[in-house]
């Protein structure tokens, strides 16, 4: 069975674009979360989205917006990124509430 | 609000030796779980065990132990047997009430001396 599945690996954008991260979760899995984790930190809470319904939002920026679709895959968008937008983004599936695994995860750097 | 908090940045264990990861937490819920993350430089993020508030008993996972204590708010983790491969990153992780968002500590690096 594929575990929750991230795409692309590692992306370059320049400052000012707008980004698209995707996550795929594990087959069943109806909740989607994303985290942002800066080089030595811990992940930092985003999104969570339930049935396609958001279920929580993080401090971030209203340049952060998500979505889920009906096959429970979810995409992260990032528009106008800044330096600071840099870091690894990782995304969570899960079937209940406190069962969560993650994806590898998605390197953004900003130039 | 909840917060994790790790205060040990790094440590260092021989391998087979046991080592112990602190972490203190706080939340206002009475139901709430608390996990151990490990994360290789795959980035990879793995969860190493669980912990449900409401259960007495310490989570274990083969060499992997938690010590919850509850009133403290303390959740440490033991590895018995270090092996290399435990080598990573450890963050531990808080959810809570009906809050579904994972709150991490900040992490500490462990490496595992051959």
């Known amino acids: 069975d594929a575990g929750v599945t991230q795409s692309p690996t590692h992306l370059i954008k320049t400052r000012g674009q707008h980004v698209t991260l995707r996550c795929s979760p594990i087959s069943g899995h109806k909740s989607v979360s994303w985290y942002q984790q800066v080089l030595g930190q811990g992940p930092q809470f985003i999104f969570q989205?339930?049935?396609?319904?958001?279920?929580g939002r993080g401090n971030f920026p209203d340049r952060f917006s998500a979505r889920q679709f009906p096959n429970y895959s979810s995409e992260l968008n990032v528009n106008a990124l800044l330096l600071g937008d840099s870091a690894l983004y990782l995304c969570?599936?899960?079937?209940?509430?406190?069962?969560?695994?993650f994806g590898s995860g998605t390197r953004l750097t900003v130039v | 609000a909840q917060t994790v908090t790790q205060s040990q940045p790094e440590m260092s264990v021989q391998e087979a030796e046991t080592v112990t990861l602190s972490c203190t937490y706080d939340t206002s819920e009475s139901n709430y779980y608390l996990f151990w993350y490990k994360q290789p430089p795959s980035r990879q993020m793995i969860l190493v065990i669980r912990?449900?508030?409401?259960?007495?008993q310490n989570a274990t996972e083969n060499r992997f132990s938690v010590n919850f204590q509850k009133a403290a708010k303390s959740f440490s983790l033991k590895i018995s047997d270090s092996q290399l491969g435990d080598t990573a990153m450890y963050f531990c992780a808080l959810v809570s009430g009906a809050n579904s968002k994972l709150t991490f500590g900040k992490g500490i690096t462990l490496s595992v001396r051959p």
């Open positions: 912990q449900e508030a409401y259960k007495q």
């Open positions: 989205y339930y049935e396609k319904e958001e279920r």
């Open positions: 969570a599936s899960s079937l209940e509430y406190y069962g969560y695994t």
